[in-house]
């Protein structure tokens, strides 16, 4: 009975750690990034991502975040809600 128990404890760890994913950008995302453009006009400030391959919606709100992170912080003000993020299939 406890080495069922092992074996079915094992089982359960596997299925759920191997289903987890933790994004990084270095590991998923940068081989597949060619150039990243920020431009600001006015107060908003638009990012072009040129990318090859085909990203998924799961991927694009990723990098979106992750790119609002990188260019929303300014000395003075923070311009986080003010960063648009547009990708273009190379």
């Not at 089982?11 to 940068?30: E, N, P, Q, T, V």
């Not at 090859?52 to 990098?63: H, I, N, V």
């Not at 300014?74 to 809600?81: A, C």
């Amino acid at each position: 009975m406890q080495s069922l128990n092992i074996i079915l404890l094992s089982l359960f760890l596997a299925i759920g750690c191997s289903g987890y994913h933790h994004h990084s950008y270095d590991r998923d995302y940068k081989h597949r990034i060619i150039k990243v453009i920020p431009e600001e006009r006015g107060k908003a400030v638009t990012v072009m991502v040129h990318h090859k391959g085909k990203l998924t919606p799961r991927e694009q709100k990723f990098l979106r975040k992750h790119f609002r992170k990188k260019f929303g912080h300014k000395k003075r003000r923070h311009n986080k809600n003010k960063v648009k993020v547009v990708f273009v299939l190379k």
